[in-house]
């Protein structure tokens, strides 16, 4: 593992290097599902797994008991994957970033959302730290964020080592071995962990389930899935329910359908065809648990509350791409077991916007988020007209990338 993980240190100053000559990266057909076309990244801006751990350090300290981390687990590559848990209600809220690693607002917002939560003593903070119980996971996949690439850094023989029954086996479709001009998976080969989750938060990878589809569950065979996993059943088992999971990424740059607006930001609550219908039949199962209209209700909670805003970076919020079938998908997974579900997908192209832009987008994150947690704690979420979500604007989009 240590000649490995040299190999990532000296990866992670090649792509670094790269990102700040804004390449414009372009994936082989069917290889990155997700990845914004031309995308350009500068990541200076952004924090690494080291500075993450310093600055969770620092937030626990001035919290004064209010907000509490802990190693949930660790990368393939042994770094930390931290919870930071805030408040002591019993509805809980799961909120996640960077699971892809070159998508890295999300993880700025939820420390900021971690500092003002654990010292904010508003009556508004006071009564979200009453009602809700928060669980951050911010930067669930540092291999990744090291590497400032979607996938994480592990490879199919690890697997086969963890997991003998797998021995032979075509590897997942998920996995990452080509090479193109930034990024080397091809001697660093890597998996997307957000196609490795599974519905049945009990299975065990089997080879007659590889190497698989998008449109089938994944396996929990990265070790960052796995744990964002248990923390997930760690909760259910404590709380009888996730209420909330929200997933932070990015996407590529669009337009609000039938304007030349920019998007800033797309959410979503869909990710798989509703078990009661007849698309959603393969996930009967999970008839009962699953809760499209809660989380539509969440949506519109972020949607309201950027509205309010008002003015430019805080328009142009627009509906994701809808009728997904991703189950692979944290959001898809956590979804049918129950959870209100929400995607934010910022634009992408953060270099081209300059330092400035990514403050206002990390805002745009934290307005969103905190929309949420406000209609949580408040209660009124529970009130929203669902079909409200309907009339938030689509994106003119016409290709479909997954997230
Ligand atoms: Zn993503």
């Known amino acids: ?68 981390v802990e190693v949930a687990g660790y990368s393939n590559q042994g770094r930390e994957i931290y919870t930071a848990t805030v408040g002591t209600g019993d509805k809980v809220i799961l909120l996640q970033s960077e699971i892809h690693g070159n998508e890295k607002t999300g993880t700025a917002a939820l420390l900021n959302m971690l500092q003002q939560l654990g010292s904010n003593n508003s009556e508004e903070f006071q009564r979200i730290r009453e009602e809700v119980t928060i669980v951050a996971m911010p930067m669930i996949n540092p291999d990744a964020t090291e590497l400032n690439r979607r996938g994480n850094d592990l490879s199919w023989s690890e697997v086969e080592e963890d997991f003998p029954q797998l021995s032979g086996v075509e590897p997942s479709w998920n996995y990452y071995t080509y090479t193109n001009q930034y990024w080397d998976y091809a001697s660093n080969p890597g998996f997307d962990v957000n196609r490795d989750f599974n519905p049945d938060l009990d299975y065990e990878p089997q080879a007659e389930d590889f190497p698989g589809t998008s449109s089938e569950p994944g396996w929990y065979i990265t070790p960052e899935a796995q744990t964002v996993r248990d923390v997930y059943k760690g909760l259910m088992n404590e709380f009888g329910k996730v209420d909330v999971f929200v997933d932070l990424h990015h996407q590529g740059e669009y337009f609000v359908e039938g304007t030349d607006d920019k998007v800033t930001l797309s959410i979503s609550g869909d990710f798989v065809p509703n078990p009661n219908s007849e698309e959603g039949d393969k996930y009967r199962e999970y008839a009962d648990t699953y809760n499209e209209e809660f989380s539509k209700q969440l949506n519109v909670a972020a949607y309201d509350a950027l509205q309010v805003k008002g003015n430019s970076p805080f328009d142009n919020i627009t509906l994701y791409p809808q009728n997904l079938d991703l189950p692979g998908t944290a959001l898809g997974s956590f979804a049918l077991n129950g959870s209100g579900a929400v995607l934010f997908e910022v634009t992408g192209q953060t270099q081209s916007y300059g330092q400035k832009k990514r403050g206002q987008l990390v805002k745009a994150v934290e307005t969103g988020v905190y929309g949420i947690i406000n209609g949580v704690a408040t209660g009124e979420v529970y009130n929203i007209d669902a079909s409200e979500y309907d009339d938030i604007p689509l994106t003119d989009r016409d290709q479909d990338y997954g997230f």
């Open 1 to 68: 593992m240590s000649k490995k993980k040299k190999l990532a240190l000296l990866c992670s100053s090649v792509v670094l290097s790269a990102g700040l000559i804004s390449p414009v990266y372009a994936a082989p057909n069917g290889t990155n599902p997700g990845t914004p076309e031309n995308q350009e990244y500068s990541i200076s801006g952004f924090i690494s797994h080291a500075e993450l751990s310093k600055k969770l350090q620092q937030i626990e300290k001035s919290s004064s008991g209010l907000v509490d």
